[in-house]
């Protein structure tokens, strides 16, 4: 009986921090050679429209996450990103306030536009 209840604990503790992880995504947007493929998270529409903008020059192939690390938002790369293209995007992200981020709208979209 007691391993079920340590079972439970630990099955609560994963939870918690896989809640707590989401919560500090703010935006997760996927690319396909320069389109957005997925896009989905907080983001007002003017930081889309410049990530899509950034991302179509670049022709670029990968995922963007935006997160909030230490009171601030943090562009991170991954699959493909090159390093050129990541620094445009974390120069258009530092342009908005971490507030306005946080309050900004969800957005859920999919497939190339």
């Keep these: 009986m007691a391993w079920l209840v340590a ?3 630990v099955a609560f503790v994963v939870v918690v921090i896989v809640s707590v992880e989401r919560t500090r995504r703010l935006l997760v947007v996927e690319a396909q050679a320069g389109k957005v493929a997925r896009l989905s ?12 903008d950034v991302l179509g020059r670049s022709r670029a192939t990968g995922t ?7 009171g601030r ?3 991170r790369t991954e699959k493909g990103i090159d390093e050129t293209t990541a620094q445009r995007l974390r120069n258009v992200v530092g342009r908005f306030p971490v507030a306005r981020l ?3 709208r969800r ?7």
């Excluded at 998270?41 to 899509?52: C, H, K, V």
């Design 64 to 70: 963007i996450v935006l997160r909030l690390e230490g």
């Design 102 to 104: 946080r309050t900004a």
């Design 41 to 52: 998270g907080r983001a007002p529409a003017e930081l889309a429209a410049d990530i899509e």
């Design 107 to 113: 957005v859920e979209r999919s497939g190339a536009r």
């Design 73 to 75: 938002v943090v562009v």
């Design 7 to 9: 079972l439970g604990l």
